[in-house]
Every structure is written in structure tokens, then in C-alpha cells.
């Protein structure tokens, strides 16, 4: 007879024995929270979105114009600020309040 528990760990949480990805998968889940545009949408890594408003970059002496297209945003594990890349401008971090998913 095999023992089947060894396929399973136990989560602390939930009192259940779940297979070691479902465990990760919440884990992560609970550790990174939910970043919402201004409107509401949920984003993730990777999305692209415009700007709503036009934004003054401190440190870079640009404005940044309302519809502006910002892509591959990456979440920085803030629920109100996105990390993203745009031409010219080096680590520029936006507050989500002020895009919208694309």
C-alpha cells in the first residue's frame, strides 16, 4: 500500500491538502494584491494602458499626455502603483488612478 500523502501538502489556512501547485498558486495570490485602473479593471503584468490625464514626470522634465500609450506594465506589488517603461524616461512608476486598461 503507498502512502498518497506524500502528493499533497497541507495548508494551514484552509485546513485542506492540496497538491503542491494549488498551494503555491494561492500563496501567491495572497501575497500579491489586486491593482485596479481607474475605472476599475483588474490589471496584470504585461497589459498595456493609456493614460487618463496628462502627468508631469518629476526628475524628467516631461509631460506625459492624457491617451498616451504605456505597454508592458509590470505590478510592483503596491496595489496603487505599476512599473513601466516609456521612451526617454528610465524606471517610471505611475499610480493605477490615473491609467486605464487598454
Known sequence: M???NEDYVYD???GEWLPPSELAQRQHAAVQPEVRDAVGNLLADGDQVTLIKDLDV???GQTLKRGTLIKAIRLTGDAQEI???FD???GLVLRAEFVRKR
Request: with cysteine; proline share 0%; aromatic share 0%.
Open 88 to 90: 526617454g524616461i528610465k
Open 83 to 85: 512599473d513601466c517603461k
Open 58 to 60: 518629476k526628475g524628467a
Open 12 to 14: 494551514e489556512e484552509s
Open 2 to 4: 503507498t502512502d498518497t
